[in-house]
């Protein structure tokens, strides 16, 4: 509660509304107290005195009276008329939703079919139907309002009170013998509770302004008792002549109104958790880039270059260091396969290098991505975008969220092709269709029109891969493409994007989980723990010898090459958060080798032509010169 | 989508009935004798047993509402005694007002809020998102009448670019322009606090869709920025917006009941409210039928536009 209550005003407006509807309740509380003239004594010698009037400091209306007495004393009656139509509201609605919810069967349908149908009403038409009833007055615009709210109670509470009604200790009490009215008076009751107070915080604003509404079309409060409404509605008449007559009534609803809405948005965001991780931050064009360091000037080893990439999630205070400085480099028709378990960073090693990190939180805070020479993270958006499928593609994990679910499948083919080149929507289309011809879909003309819903998962991830292959690019980067599929499908998918890099002369980054996946397909491999590269070596190379404890784990993972889907769960212990890494050797908790000066301060990637290792205990021997250095330089 | 609609529409059936037994038991609770309340000052005896015959007053409550329900579905909704003239051909007149009014204001609500929200989650945290938000603040806590009065202050009276009130004015042409010019102020005041609550909804739908995957796919593609916003993310967007449209329409044709009153609008809130001032029963009870099934039928207009929108919706 303590800590709600502070979120709730460090949002200043929040605290701004709490104020203002403070300081008007406490206003209206003392108001028979104040040294104020009689609200409705006429003096018609004294009509349409200007506000800061001697002794009318907001001057009179039509008929004399004093506009501060008559104000006060009608915000009073807003208020009270509003919080008993609540109240009422609330009660009767809530006994409904709690009996409906609690008994269930007939009388729950039976009552939620009525409330389906007043909920079908414009509110304030069934407000005018009660009003035509009655008569016009202010009881029974009262009870005009509260009776079109209590459809809204019942329904909620009803759904709290199910939800309840099924729960253990209502079991138990039945079982104690305790009868249907003491089961819902102790019970559901109580637990409902707070539930009504919160609908009641949030419709109480509206049922003063709806009984404020009802008055100034005449039907509420009638003279000489007045409310905002009323005084509003009066003062119509002479709105040309004498305006501070209307401002004055209208401008206290509005401040009334403001301020609950205010409170209301803030109890609203108090109440909700992605508020406060900036989960409902909306990810920018591209990756923000805050070089700390200058940009690495090493020469060009490849198509792609990554060159000690840095990229960090900033959430609050906390900083989750999610690459922390990782080199690569693909060359054309070359497959790299990079693997770790998840949280390792190898996606966001992958989105990095074409601004696709949603930032924020996402923030690339060093080193250099470098397509045939030219570093990507200094491009500005223009050049990038025009590079994103045109030169680097990406194919996705998981095709059913990764396609738009709204557009047809050609037409999302088709727009891949025409935000890169000026080809008619039939050019693009006949494109499209042979994309699709060529990762072997059946029936393309039909699939054209499908929508990614209407598709088998293995058909989305071949749409996936066409739409990657429609410009021709030259590096493909795929995020774990077949970690949704089948086993049999997964072989498809593989082997089809085998022989499209051979026809095509692509270069393929694959990102992967799965060491089997990794031997299937990539000439390379970069192994990654807690966002940085632990092993790289040729596939062949590593599977046979792995250096690092953590590779040689992962390979014992999988108990026969290429034989599908294998969970890295074996691996006792999980990766270190990347906001608290400890010193030295990140993979040190969980290692079997570790010695004390592996965690003693930053471990050096060993590199030795192709290969590369950052442990002090390899598996076996590799440049056992510079690792004894390292070793004792550690003690 | 045929086959849909008619679904649909024969799902209305229960809701409409729904509607005029929800009025038919209001209306019962009148007190006092019910012929006479609706002939009020003209209730002479042989006018109440005249009533009493035609609308079945004498008899037992289920048969009364069965006479009542027949006669509308026959096109009869009684004679209104304060106009004395037929209630169903004044609702009609009356509602074609209204609904150049309502329909207006729903479009520019519509139109105005979902830019608003889209612009603004598009910069979030910028200064055009502050500055609509604030804007929206303003807009859905100032009471529609209040703010139909204070844009009457300023725009009609201090820079007399609008007139005061009314539909048409009494002497000269009735062109679109007048039209208009009359239309400008209410349908504005009317859509302020239903532009707010969109833009607010379109703003958390469209932060909602930036961050789906989809979205990333549509810029790894290499589509412009410009575009992934108002066409993959507004899309999208949609599905979540088009239901609260349909709810702020009901709020838009309630909201108009205060605008005609405020501008003198000839529409069938006033009506009604000068039906409930004079006790003119019938007219009210027409009224609220006829405007409740005309909501109606504009959601299920509403349900349409989703499953045309939305291909996952079964039709
Ligand atoms: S450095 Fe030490 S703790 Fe880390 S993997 Fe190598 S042996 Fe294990």
């Known amino acids: ?635 | 989508m045929g086959s849909y609609i008619l679904k649909r529409l024969v799902s209305a059936i229960p809701v409409l009935l729904g509607i005029t037994i929800i009025v038919f038991l209001i209306m019962a609770m009148i007190p006092g004798d019910p012929a006479t309340a609706i002939l009020g000052a003209y209730a002479t005896p042989e006018n109440v047993e005249r009533v009493n015959r035609s609308l079945g007053l004498d008899e037992p409550m289920v048969q009364r509402y069965f006479i009542w329900l027949g006669n509308m579905l026959t096109g009869d909704f009684g004679r209104s005694y304060s106009l004395n003239r037929p209630v169903l051909d004044e609702i009609l007149e009356r509602f074609n007002a209204t609904l150049i009014l309502a329909g207006t204001s729903f479009v520019l609500c519509a139109v105005l809020g979902i830019l608003a929200g889209v612009v603004s989650a598009s910069r979030q945290y910028g200064f055009a998102d502050k500055a609509i938000t604030f804007t929206v603040l303003i807009g859905i806590s100032i009471p529609s009448f209040f703010l139909g009065m204070m844009m009457i202050l300023l725009f009609a009276v201090n820079l007399q670019w609008l007139p005061v009130s009314g539909m048409w004015p009494i002497y000269g042409d009735r062109t679109l322009w007048v039209l208009i010019e009359h239309l400008t102020m209410p349908a504005l005041a009317l859509a302020a606090v239903a532009t707010g609550v969109v833009a607010r909804l379109s703003r958390s739908a469209m932060l909602e869709v930036l961050r789906q995957d989809y979205i990333r796919t549509a810029r790894a593609k290499g589509v412009p920025e410009r575009r992934v916003i108002y066409g993959h993310a507004l899309k999208a967007a949609m599905v979540s917006i088009i239901p609260v449209l349909g709810i702020q329409a009901g709020f838009v044709l309630s909201g108009a009941v205060y605008i005609e009153i405020v501008f003198q609008w000839p529409g069938v809130g006033r009506m009604l409210v000068n039906a409930i001032l004079q006790r003119d029963i019938l007219l009210v009870q027409g009224g609220v039928v006829f405007v409740a099934a005309c909501y109606v039928l504009f959601n299920i207009a509403v349900d349409v536009a989703q499953s045309l929108l939305d291909p996952r919706i079964k039709t």
């Open chain 1, 1 to 635: 509660m303590r800590q709600f209550l502070k979120l709730l005003f460090r949002n200043r407006l929040a605290g701004l509304g709490a104020i203002v509807l403070g300081a008007i309740v406490l206003l209206v509380l003392v108001t028979p107290l104040l040294p104020l003239p009689d609200p409705n004594a006429t003096a018609t010698g004294d009509r349409f005195l200007r506000p800061f009037s001697a002794g009318h400091l907001l001057g009179t209306d039509h008929l004399g009276r004093d506009l501060l007495a008559r104000l006060l004393y009608g915000t009073r009656l807003s208020l009270a008329v509003g919080l008993a139509a609540a109240l009422i509201a609330a009660t009767i609605g809530s006994a409904i939703g709690i009996l409906a919810g609690y008994f269930g069967g007939r009388l729950d349908n039976v009552v939620m079919r009525g409330v389906d149908m007043l909920m079908a009403f414009p509110y304030i038409l069934l407000a005018l139907a009660i009003v035509a009833a009655l008569g016009p007055g202010l009881l029974n615009a009262l009870i005009a309002v509260a009776a079109v709210n209590i459809p809204f109670f019942a329904r909620n509470i009803r759904g709290v009170t199910v939800g309840l009604a099924g729960r253990e200790f209502v079991d138990a009490a039945k079982l104690a013998g305790m009868g249907s009215g003491r089961i819902v008076m102790v019970e559901i009751l109580p637990n409902v509770l707070p539930t009504i107070v919160i609908a009641m915080s949030t419709t109480v604003g509206w049922m003063i302004l709806e009984t404020a509404g009802l008055s100034f079309l005449g039907l509420g409060s009638q003279p000489p008792q007045a409310d905002l409404g009323s005084m509003l509605g009066e003062a119509r008449a002479a709105l040309i002549s004498a305006p501070h007559t209307s401002v004055v009534p209208g401008v206290m609803i509005f401040l009334i109104v403001m301020s609950v809405n205010l409170l209301g948005d803030g109890i609203r965001d108090a109440l909700d958790p992605r508020l406060k991780s900036g989960a409902l931050s909306r990810p920018r064009a591209t990756t923000a880039v805050d070089r700390k360091g200058p940009v690495p000037e090493t020469p060009q080893q490849g198509l792609l270059d990554l060159q000690e990439l840095q990229t960090q999630f900033h959430v609050g205070e906390r900083i989750y260091r999610a690459v922390g400085g990782v080199s690569l480099h693909v060359k054309p028709g070359e497959c790299l396969g990079i693997i770790g378990e998840s949280g390792s960073g190898k996606s966001v090693t992958a989105l990095s290098v074409m601004g696709l990190v949603a930032s924020p939180p996402g923030v690339v805070t060093g080193g250099a991505v470098k397509y045939d020479g030219e570093d990507l993270l200094s491009a500005d958006y223009k050049s990038l975008r025009r590079k994103r499928g045109e030169n680097v593609a990406y194919i996705f994990q998981d095709p059913l969220a990764t396609l738009h679910p709204l557009y047809r499948v050609g037409d999302q083919l088709a727009e891949a092709i025409r935000v890169h080149h000026r080809v008619s929507d039939a050019e693009a289309k006949r494109r499209g269709l042979e994309l699709l011809r060529s990762v072997r879909i059946p029936n393309p003309e039909s699939r054209m029109r499908n929508y990614p819903h209407e598709m088998s998962g293995g058909m989305r991830q071949r749409v996936g891969i066409a739409m990657a292959l429609a410009n021709d690019p030259d590096v493909i980067i795929a995020d774990e493409p077949t970690t949704a599929l089948d086993v049999t499908v997964q072989a498809q998918i593989l082997s089809m994007l085998d022989d499209l890099r051979r026809e095509r002369g692509l270069a393929i980054v694959f990102i992967t989980h799965d060491f089997g996946v990794v031997a299937q397909l990539c000439d390379r491999v970069a192994v990654m723990y807690a966002g940085r590269i632990v092993e790289e070596g040729m596939t062949r190379e590593v599977l046979e010898h792995p250096l690092h404890p953590y590779t040689s784990r992962l390979i014992a993972c999988v108990p026969e090459l290429g034989g599908g889907r294998r969970k890295l769960e074996a691996i006792p212990g999980l990766p270190p958060p990347v906001d608290k890494l400890p010193p030295g050797c990140a993979f040190a908790p969980r290692c079997p080798k570790a010695q004390p000066e592996c965690q003693k301060g930053e471990i050096a990637l060993f590199t030795k032509e192709e290969r590369a290792v950052r442990c002090l205990y390899p598996e076996e021997t590799f440049l056992e010169e510079e690792m004894a250095d390292a070793r004792l330089a550690g003690e």
